[in-house]
């Protein structure tokens, strides 16, 4: 039999064998029974020497031709191993739920602060602060409350036990007159921060909660402004179709006052006309004064009101103390 | 402050309903805060008379009649047969409300036509009424029943009324009385306020010949006003008398005493009324002698509660003995009693100051204290008193002795205020007519003394206490005119400036790092108790005092109320909690500074489904405080080892920057565990948040990536437990090995072929030059130098890789 004769059962048979390889290894063996050093196709390019001048290049275009066809079907038999040695050994399930890596929460009272200072600040007002451990010049004094007013009394607010009777301040307005002092007009600031009241805690109140102020001193500031910018910032608290009320009250601190009510789909669904959300009024000639500044230059607003109860209301939590007490459950709601 | 629609509408017109009153004085700054509808049985029901009754043209057992119902006459259609012509009936007008059963449908009277004759009315049956069983016939009434009088004010029911709750603020005492109320409510209609009869008829002899009052301090009691009523019949109150101050929440006692409390209701100014037999006497005469406590004098109030008073302290007194806690509450020993004949009433005006610590001292709030505390007029003392002594004569009878003795040493400066009209439009925003601002003020009976074209001066009347400068007059235009009318502007303004603003931010990021890490934010409370607080620390910020022992010092560390949080898992099975808090902490001085804590316990992960369940560990935690400090440009921080157990930790560092120690962290003990429920490892972390971010650098660079290719080079080498991976760096930094630009620990191992006490640790070093290609060469020799210098220096033996 010439050696032509054989390539091509050969070749076959090759063929055979590596399309039969189902892993790694068998294709591993069928290369080196083919093609490695003793392989039996590399003896039949061996025998290529002993033949005729004349034969050879028939003989070895056609073994050339074998020996690609061969060469592609081991790259195909690697490829098809590769592919099923890659799948997983199982099917994956994906309606499974995923591993996540958790993201922790912003506490709900965060979370409502943040939303206020940015309305605010869209409104160019900044972020300012102060001590909560006050004194009574800056909680009381300054801000037109005598010394004989119920505001005032030991009932209402904690002392810390050290010289000068320094106290916890009982509202973030002792802010203003911090930056009142430091600062000439104007002054367009929002305070967020903790105050203490005396009071024993159940589902509505807590000792430690959270109030935010608004402060904007300047000349010719109305009324009217603070009404404009109250009803801004509550529409973008409450929905764009929340209705604000404003209605005559008293705080010390200013001159007229007001106590704010609001109207949308919340209250509706809680029965009520109108629900009281904050204070707010015209800063106190008195107060003015006193950080000296001249009633007749300059006029100023400020409000004021309580987060908790702002996220009370918006989240429809029914019991203040609960965001004190930090149930991982509670906290991922929000 | 509790009030009745139809008490406030004896004192002024208006035709708004119940809803609308609520409204409108809500509107002008006293909050309704809540309505009760009371009485107002039988209503629509009115007394009628028959004035003819014939027979129904077309019904034999119908008969038609004509009634009178105090104003015209009706035609009715009556079915029953027992009565006649000059009857008086009880007359159910078009659009009664006939009283029905539980269950039954409501039944309201219309006009109509029975068997073609018109009927607007019906006379009632007992039974009709739910009065009783008698169906048979109408009721018939008593010959002397008015015609025209409603039949539930016949049958002694109380009028249909609604009372209001009031929340009258701080500033305005005078609101405290059915009249001041009044008073607004006339500025905003502009009706008149009719003021209630005060004249007296006074046929006994002169008070001043059996009466004194003596003020020994004018300070606490600058105006006392004395009456004496003789020959009184002490008795129940008449039924419109006791059933209103019910409605207003005060028991009726009895005529005289209610008298005074009606007046009181009615003008906001209490009054006392002792027995006037009952004061000692002295020639001839009864002196009242108001005067201050001795110290430790021992006085029994109304209410037969023995106080021990002090020299604070106000007293009324006779010649020998106190008679009354003034401004407070009377004595036990002057009460008015059945067998009382002769009254001394007593209308005075005490400084609020005083009568406020006195009440808070004895811990005794009476409607009087409640009143006199917040200021009562001073002006109005003498019309009250004769008010009051004109209503104890028409319900206790008896003779007023005449005149008063009115000891009025203090006058009170008159005040005047002048308000600029330009003053009013810039403060509110609009322009208000002049004519109107002065109208609105002249409505709460402000008197004008002048005025000019930019302004009008007023005195202002000695019941508004509130009303000091002219912004306080501003309010009341604003008030009166209605804030609602006041048109919202656009906010306009400057741009703010404070330095913490940014600050904010930076505290924000904290939480948003934090958040990002998987960590849970908790806000804690601010007030711990002793013991919480003693775990960190002894120096502590206390409270003067305390609310309760678990709240008496402020927090010296966030952690234990995040230990406190995680209590509160744990209890609820959640038994993975990683939280923390971003908030302020407290100690001795007073200070206070900003801190950011951590708390991790149980599962890494959240539980999946393929069941990995690696707990979280003290690399955790590094981790976490790594990337926070990284992401806030904090460099340089040391974490250095404790070697003692502490009193919070069983292991843990210091975190320092240079000499300053900026926070710690490591792992509960768990006896202290156990204590806040914890069964697993529980790791802890606090740092001063004020240093971390003073210490921050924002900076940021661009350094090119690098070109060249770098080498690595892995050794792992054996070295003694108290070796460091801080030693380990320590020694790269002192020789600076060329071209070494990072160094990873990869692995840290002990057990097979590590000796007891000793440790593997496994390192990669990374070689690269930013300027060319390293060769093996030069990676070798500087790689040599650095594991020579381990070797000697950890000292460290170097294992066969």
Same mark, same amino acid.
């Given at each position: ?334 | 402050?509790?009030?009745?629609? #139809? ?258 209701? %009615? ?19 009864? =002196? ?8 430790? %004098? ?55 100051? #005083? ?170 409370? =601010? ?86 369940? =690696? ?176 070797? %000697? ?9």
């Amino acid at each position: 039999m010439s050696l032509l004769d054989e390539i091509d059962p050969l070749k076959a048979e090759a063929l055979v064998e590596f399309n039969a390889a189902t892993n790694q290894s068998s294709l591993d063996r069928a290369k080196g029974a083919w093609l490695g050093p003793q392989g039996r196709f590399t003896g039949l390019m061996k025998q290529m020497g002993a033949l005729s001048k004349e034969d050879r290049p028939l003989a070895g275009q056609a073994i050339n031709a074998a020996k690609t066809e061969i060469e592609k079907a081991l790259q195909e038999a690697r490829e098809r191993i590769e592919l099923a040695t890659a799948a997983p050994r199982e099917p994956s399930d994906f309606t499974a739920p995923g591993r996540r890596p958790s993201l922790g929460r912003l506490h709900p009272l965060t979370q409502v602060t943040e939303d206020i200072v940015k309305s605010f600040r869209k409104l160019g007002f900044v972020v300012a602060d102060g001590p909560e451990i006050e004194d009574e010049y800056h909680c009381f004094d300054a801000l037109n409350t005598p010394a004989d007013h119920p505001a005032r009394d030991a009932q209402d607010t904690f002392y810390v036990a050290s010289d000068g009777r320094p106290l916890l301040r009982t509202h973030t307005s002792s802010v203003q007159i911090r930056v009142m002092k430091e600062q000439k007009p104007p002054v367009r600031i929002i305070v967020p921060g903790r105050v203490y009241r005396r009071d024993t805690a159940d589902a509505t109140h807590n000792p430690t909660f959270h109030q935010v102020e608004g402060l904007y001193v300047d000349r010719d500031v109305t009324v009217a402004d603070l009404k404009g910018t109250v009803e801004f910032v509550f529409r973008e608290l409450m929905g764009s179709k929340t209705k604000i009320r404003f209605r005559p009250h008293y705080f010390s601190y200013t001159e007229p006052s007001f106590e704010i009510d609001f109207a949308n789909s919340l209250t509706r669904k809680m029965g009520k006309d109108w629900l009281e959300i904050a204070g707010c009024g015209m800063v106190h000639p008195a107060v003015l004064e006193e950080v000296g500044l001249d009633p007749e230059e300059w006029s100023g607003w400020a409000f004021g009101f309580g987060i908790e109860r702002i996220a009370m209301l918006r989240y429809g939590i029914n019991d203040i103390r609960l965001f004190y007490e930090n149930d991982t459950r509670f906290l991922h709601q929000f | 402050m509790k009030v009745t629609y #139809n008490w406030l509408k004896e004192y002024v017109d208006f035709d708004w309903s119940v809803e609308e009153l609520a409204e409108r004085i809500t509107m002008l700054g006293v909050e309704v805060e809540g309505i009760v509808e009371a009485g107002g049985a039988f209503e629509g029901v009115v007394v009628g008379e028959v004035i003819t009754r014939d027979q129904h043209p077309n019904a034999d057992k119908l008969s038609l009649c004509k009634v009178n119902d105090g104003s015209q006459e009706l035609q009715i259609v009556c079915g029953a047969a027992n009565f006649q012509v000059g009857d008086k009936v009880a007359l159910a007008t078009v659009g009664t409300n006939m009283p029905v059963e539980e269950g039954e449908k409501p039944f309201v009277i219309k006009e109509g036509k029975i068997r073609g004759e018109t009927s607007q009315g019906m006379m009632c049956s007992g039974s009709e009424l739910k009065l009783n069983e008698d169906h048979d016939g109408i009721l018939i009434l008593p010959k002397d029943a008015t015609v025209g009088q409603s039949f539930g004010e016949h049958m002694g029911c109380s009028e249909k009324d609604a009372v209001f709750d009031l929340e009258v603020t701080p500033n305005r005492p005078d609101l405290n009385g059915v009249i001041g109320l009044a008073r607004e409510i006339a500025a905003l209609i502009g009706n008149e306020l009719k003021m209630p009869l005060a004249d007296l008829s006074e046929t006994g002899p002169k008070v001043s010949e059996s009466v004194a009052v003596e003020i020994r301090d004018v300070d606490l009691c600058p105006r006392y006003n004395a009456r004496v009523i003789r020959g009184i019949n002490v008795g129940p109150s008449p039924a419109w008398l006791s059933s209103r101050l019910e409605q207003v929440g005060i028991r009726p006692i009895n005529n005289v005493v209610d008298a005074t409390n009606y007046v009181m209701m %009615e003008t906001g100014q209490p009054l006392h009324a002792f027995d006037f037999n009952l004061l000692s006497e002295v020639k001839g005469k009864r =002196t009242v002698v108001v005067r201050r406590a001795s110290a430790g %004098e021992k006085f029994t109030t109304l209410d037969e509660q023995k106080h021990e008073l002090s020299n604070d302290n106000l007293l009324i007194a006779d010649c020998e003995k106190g008679i009354a806690l003034a401004g407070v509450m009377g004595g036990l020993n002057t009460e008015i009693q059945n067998d009382t004949q002769d009254v001394l009433l007593e209308t005075a005006y005490f400084n609020p100051q #005083n009568i406020r610590a006195t009440s808070k001292g004895l811990g005794l709030h009476t409607d009087a204290s409640y009143r006199f505390e917040r200021g009562a007029d001073i002006g109005c003392v003498d019309w009250v008193s004769r008010r009051a002594a004109k209503l104890i004569l028409e319900v206790a009878g008896g003779e007023l002795l005449a005149g008063d003795v009115d000891e009025f040493p203090a006058q009170p400066e008159t005040r005047e205020i002048t308000l600029r009209h330009s003053r009013t439009d810039a403060l509110l925003g609009i322009v208000i007519e002049p004519a109107k601002a002065v109208d609105y003020l002249q409505g709460l009976d402000l008197e004008m003394l002048s005025q000019d074209e930019g302004s009008a001066t007023f005195r202002i009347p000695t019941w508004r206490v509130d009303l000091k400068r002219e912004v306080d007059l501003i309010e009341e235009v604003c008030r009166v005119h209605g804030v609602d009318q006041i048109p919202a502007t656009s906010p306009r303004g400057c741009i703010g400036e404070n330095d913490f603003d940014a600050q904010h931010d930076s505290l924000g990021q904290v939480r948003d790092v934090l958040t990002g890490l998987g960590i849970d934010e908790a806000q804690g409370q =601010t007030l711990i108790s002793d013991e919480s607080a003693a775990l960190i620390s002894g120096d502590l910020a206390r409270l003067e005092y305390p609310l309760a022992s678990d709240m008496n010092v402020l927090r010296p560390s966030l952690l234990p109320g995040l230990l406190d949080s995680l209590r509160n898992n744990l209890t609820r099975q959640n038994r993975n909690v990683k939280l923390f808090e971003v908030g302020r902490i407290f100690a001795a001085g007073p200070v206070e500074t900003r801190s950011v804590a951590l708390l991790l316990t149980g599962a890494l992960n959240a539980a999946f489904w393929q069941g990995e369940d =690696t707990k979280v560990d003290v690399s955790d935690l590094k981790g976490v405080i790594e990337e926070l400090l990284e992401s806030l440009g904090v460099y340089g921080v040391e974490f250095v080892r404790r070697e003692e157990v502490g009193s919070l930790f069983l292991e843990s560092a210091e975190l320092r920057m240079g000499k300053q120690t900026i926070g710690q962290m490591g792992q509960l003990l768990p006896v202290l565990g156990k204590r806040y429920e914890a069964r697993e490892a529980v790791y802890l972390a606090e740092i001063n948040l004020d240093t971390l971010l003073q210490r921050r650098t924002t900076n940021k660079s661009f350094k090119s990536l690098p070109q060249f290719p770098a080498s690595e080079r892995d050794v792992a080498m054996i070295v003694d437990e108290s070796v460091t991976h801080s030693d380990v760096l320590g020694i790269i930094k002192n020789i600076k090995p060329a071209n070494l630009v990072e160094t990873q620990l990869f692995d840290v191992f002990r057990g097979k072929n590590v000796s007891e006490g000793q440790k593997s640790l496994a390192y990669s070093f990374t070689y690269r030059s930013a300027e060319k290609t390293l060769k093996d060469k030069e990676v070798n020799s500087a790689h040599d130098q650095l594991i020579s210098a381990l070797k %000697e220096q950890l000292p460290a033996t170097i294992r066969d890789t």
